[in-house]
């Protein structure tokens, strides 16, 4: 079955780049997906890639998917206290219309960013 | 911007009782998944909807589980006979295409006693 894995846990000093890496196993996956969830609350979307991308940027994001190697990374730049959380890898194989199309996540890395 | 919306929030049951979770997915989606997390464990999948029907479950998702789209507006997961362990964060999705993203509601954490 499909496995989603991520190291478990990041610290980094406020105002550098975090990366967070995020490996998985299903060739087939055609959305990979980033989430973040704060404690106590739920999944926010962060941002989200598809299979056929190598790069996606948004504000202080980056993803960057080498397919080949079934490896994805969520950069985010100047990282802020305010990004302290639990940031979800999560792939999805369908696109097709008439399938509801489930979402397999990661075991979650918890960045701590410190002053 | 259109949310998902869970009631409870938070639902202390005695195992054994029946519970339902309640979801409000976004409008105009069409698709409907219950997720659960586990104190401290990875999301994981338990059911998608469509069309009123059960498109896939998880191997969680055993006879003491149920879906049920009962109006145009909400989406609910009954846990027929709760056990200790169903102890969890159970979250709602939805998304209007399998293609887009999915929305979450901030879940509901159901507490077995």
């Known amino acids: 079955g499909e496995d989603v894995e991520q190291s478990l846990f990041l610290s980094v000093r406020e105002g550098d780049s975090s990366v967070i890496n995020c490996t998985y196993t299903?060739?087939?996956?055609?959305?990979l997906y980033w989430y973040k969830q704060e404690p106590g609350a739920g999944l926010q979307l962060l941002t989200y890639?598809?299979?056929?991308?190598d790069m996606k940027q948004d504000q202080r994001l980056t993803v960057l998917l080498n397919k080949k190697d079934k490896h994805l990374s969520l950069r985010i730049a100047d990282t802020q206290t305010g990004d302290s959380a639990i940031y979800f890898c999560?792939?999805?194989?369908?696109?097709?219309?008439?399938?509801?199309?489930?979402?397999?996540f990661g075991t979650g890395t918890r960045l701590q960013v410190t002053l | 911007e259109p949310e998902v919306t869970q009631t409870p929030s938070h639902q202390v049951t005695q195992m054994g009782q029946e519970v339902i979770l309640r979801c409000v997915p976004i409008?105009?989606?069409?698709?409907f998944y219950w997720y659960r997390q586990i104190l401290g464990q990875k999301v994981e999948f338990l059911v998608s909807?469509?069309?009123?029907?059960?498109?896939?479950k998880s191997e969680i998702f055993d006879d003491q589980f149920s879906v049920e789209r009962p109006d145009g507006s909400n989406f609910t997961l009954k846990i027929r006979s709760t056990k200790l362990e169903d102890s969890a964060m159970y979250f709602c999705?939805?998304?209007?295409?399998?293609?887009?993203?999915?929305?979450f509601g901030d879940g509901t954490r159901l507490s077995i006693l």
């Open positions: 999560a792939e999805s194989g369908g696109a097709n219309t008439g399938t509801a199309s489930k979402l397999t």
């Open positions: 299903d060739s087939s996956s055609t959305y």
């Open positions: 890639i598809f299979s056929n991308m």
């Open positions: 409008s105009n989606h069409l698709y």
């Open positions: 909807f469509y069309n009123n029907e059960i498109s896939e």
């Open positions: 999705a939805s998304n209007g295409r399998p293609s887009q993203p999915q929305h």
